[in-house]
């Protein structure tokens, strides 16, 4: 069986749903539940032998050793983080705990577990760290896109943190051999997205009739890829990826901000038409501080070597998110809760409108 970290959040569901609809192998899940774990997220599986949810923490090594002992998972999945940019510059000391210490007892944890194994099980050990396109920094506009060589130079705690927890993983395989594999990829959308990110907030904002913040200019660029091509890069890194090297993952569509929210308008104003179009809520606010301009994702290497490329292009990726959000209004509500409502203030009362 697999061990998936994380499998609560936006991703890691994802994952773990289309795992065991193109597999059979068993997963155990381990995830803490912050706020953004949410066990709705894998209620089709309910009732399902082959998915263990375990509720806890990636910085507990007594867990850890426990769960290694008890299911002796053939490889790692790791997604447990804590994902948001801008909570990380409200605050970072959650970050620092999760990204970096958990990864640390995570790899503690797998080398203690790896030690115990026979070689030939040993060989055949991953561990597969989820990383991001945001350690590589800011582009400018006529910069070529980050391959898996362009140097780190991480500019939010977020991001920091995940560069962090990047290098531990190299190091654990040049010190201590172990079968690592790091996946750095771009911005995600898709079903099961916590309403604070830019595609589900806009959605979810729209719906209700409320503003739809743009950050600064709303030039900034980023590369877009919808969540199951992501999931099915991470099953091919896990099967055909070289232990020790690093694969970029990307979908091909670098968009500005500002053209992706009127992308997301356009499409409610055609499968859920308001009395007026939904672009007229676009409010201008003040920007993210250390706001990174542009990313751009080369994942030729990832084509090359494993075959990958995504399958939904943006027009399609975003129709199928759009269709699913209006379908699934009532897990949007539930989530919208007492906390959310807390962040929400939190974040956007102090941007003052028409900041552009
Ligand atoms: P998310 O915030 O939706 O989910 C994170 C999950 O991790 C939640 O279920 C949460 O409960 C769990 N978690 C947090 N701290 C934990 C801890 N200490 N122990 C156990 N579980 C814990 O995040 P996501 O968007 O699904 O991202 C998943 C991974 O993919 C992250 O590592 C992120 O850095 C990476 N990533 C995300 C994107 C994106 O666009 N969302 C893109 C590239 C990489
Ligand atoms: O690039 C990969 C990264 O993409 C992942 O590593 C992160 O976990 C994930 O959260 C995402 O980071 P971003 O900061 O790019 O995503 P977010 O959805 O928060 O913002 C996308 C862009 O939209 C960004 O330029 C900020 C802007 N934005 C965001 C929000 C929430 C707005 O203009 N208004 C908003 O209200």
Not at 53 to 61: A, H, L, S
Not at 235 to 258: F, M, S
């Given at each position: 069986?697999?061990?998936?970290?994380?499998g609560a959040g936006f991703?890691?569901?994802?994952f773990?749903?289309?795992w065991?609809?193109?597999?059979?192998?068993?997963?155990?899940?381990l995830d803490k539940?912050t706020?953004a774990g949410?066990?709705?997220?894998?209620?089709?599986?309910?009732g399902?032998?082959?998915?263990h949810?375990?509720?806890?923490?990636?910085?507990?090594?007594?867990?850890?050793?426990?769960?290694m002992?008890?299911?002796k998972?053939?490889?790692?999945?790791?997604f447990?983080?804590?994902s948001?940019v801008?909570?990380?510059?409200?605050?970072?000391?959650d970050?620092i705990?999760t990204?970096?210490?958990?990864?640390?007892s995570?790899?503690?944890?797998?080398?203690?577990?790896?030690a115990?194994l026979?070689?030939?099980e040993?060989?055949?050990?991953?561990?597969?760290?989820v990383?991001?396109d945001?350690?590589?920094g800011?582009l400018n506009?006529?910069?070529?896109?980050?391959?898996e060589t362009?140097?780190?130079?991480?500019?939010?705690?977020?991001?920091a943190?995940k560069?962090?927890s990047?290098?531990?993983?190299?190091a654990?395989?040049?010190?201590?051999g172990?079968?690592?594999l790091?996946?750095?990829?771009?911005n995600?959308?898709?079903?099961?997205?916590?309403?604070?990110?830019?595609?589900?907030?806009i959605?979810?904002n729209?719906?209700a009739?409320?503003?739809l913040?743009?950050?600064?200019d709303?030039?900034?660029?980023?590369?877009?890829?919808?969540?199951g091509?992501?999931c099915?890069?991470i099953?091919?890194?896990?099967?055909?990826?070289?232990?020790?090297?690093?694969?970029?993952?990307?979908?091909?569509?670098?968009?500005?901000?500002?053209d992706?929210?009127h992308?997301?308008?356009?499409?409610?104003d055609?499968?859920s038409?308001?009395?007026?179009?939904?672009?007229?809520?676009?409010?201008?606010v003040?920007?993210?501080?250390g706001?990174?301009r542009?990313?751009?994702?080369?994942a030729?290497?990832?084509?090359?070597?494993?075959?990958w490329?995504?399958t939904e292009t943006?027009?399609?990726g975003?129709?199928?998110?759009?269709?699913?959000?209006?379908?699934?209004?009532?897990?949007v509500?539930?989530?919208?809760?007492?906390?959310?409502?807390?962040?929400i203030?939190?974040?956007?009362?102090?941007r003052?409108r028409?900041?552009a």
């Open positions: 069986m697999i061990l998936v970290t994380g991703i890691g569901s994802n773990v749903i289309d065991l609809a193109s597999n059979d192998e068993p997963v155990i899940n539940l706020y949410n066990p709705d997220n894998f209620s089709s599986l309910d399902d032998p082959r998915h949810f375990v509720k806890g923490d990636i910085c507990d090594r007594e867990l850890l050793n426990q769960l002992a008890q299911h998972p053939r490889a790692i999945v790791h447990a983080a804590e948001h801008d909570r990380s510059i409200h605050g970072p000391g970050f705990k990204n970096v210490d958990g990864t640390f995570l790899l503690e944890a797998a080398r203690a577990h790896c115990g026979s070689d030939t040993r060989a055949a050990f991953r561990f597969l760290h990383s991001t945001e350690v590589f800011t506009p006529g910069d070529p896109p980050f391959s362009t140097p780190y130079a991480p500019n939010s705690p977020y991001s943190s560069a962090a990047d290098h531990l993983v190299r654990w395989h040049h010190t201590y172990m079968a690592v790091t996946s750095n990829c771009s995600n959308y898709g079903p099961l997205q916590f309403p604070e990110k830019l595609v589900p907030l959605i979810a729209a719906l009739g409320k503003p913040p743009i950050y600064g709303g030039q900034q660029v980023r590369d877009w890829l919808y969540v091509d992501h099915s890069a099953r091919r890194i896990l099967t055909d990826g070289q232990p020790g090297e690093t694969y970029n993952i990307g979908g091909w569509n670098e968009k500005a901000n500002i992706v929210v992308t997301l308008c356009d499409l409610l055609e499968l038409p308001a009395k007026q179009s939904y672009r007229e809520q676009i409010t201008y003040k920007d993210r501080p706001h990174d542009r990313y751009a994702i080369d030729r290497k990832t084509e090359r070597e494993l075959g490329r995504p943006f027009e399609t975003m129709r199928k998110t759009v269709q699913w959000y209006l379908a699934n209004q009532e897990w509500r539930k989530v919208q809760s007492g906390d959310y409502l807390k962040w203030d939190r974040n956007y009362s102090q003052a028409g900041a």
